[in-house]
């Protein structure tokens, strides 16, 4: 009987767990971004946090990464962690993912697959407060 009792806990523990990511998932803000010489984008971010995912476009076959560089145009104080994803691969920030701030120029690059890729964006503000993060992005 102890055992049904534990098998039943983690599978309600895993169901959970699963539940709360497709909640996380939803709750993030669309984004489409297009290769082009400049583009702004949002991110709300609520209690330090916030996410954006959504697809970027690469028109040319031949393109197998994609880099530029980009800054934070918000005017609020504190610091940025952004961890970005397009499809499996890891996007690259230099000098560093942490410890962003509107003053600081990040090179960024990542590889690319033809047509449309999947792309996230995970935030984390040093302020537990809610704001809208704006990024200027410059392929």
């Given amino acids: 009987m102890k055992i049904k009792i534990c098998v039943l806990l983690a599978i309600l523990s895993l ?8 909640m996380a998932v939803s709750s993030c803000s669309e984004l489409n971004i297009t290769l082009q010489s400049s583009q702004n984008f949002e991110i709300p971010i609520q209690n330090g946090k916030g996410c954006a995912q959504g697809s970027i476009l690469n028109p040319n076959p031949f393109l197998k990464s994609i880099k530029g560089t980009g800054n934070i145009i918000s005017l609020q104080d504190g610091t940025w962690r952004i961890k970005a994803q397009n499809n499996n691969n890891k996007v690259f920030f230099q000098p560093s993912n942490s410890n962003i701030t509107s003053k600081d120029e990040i090179e960024w690059s990542t590889k690319a697959d033809f047509g449309s890729n999947k792309i996230r964006f995970n935030v984390v503000w040093s302020e537990k407060d809610s704001t809208i993060l704006k990024i200027k992005l410059r392929v």
């Fill in 15 to 22: 169901l959970f767990s699963i539940a709360s990511q497709v």
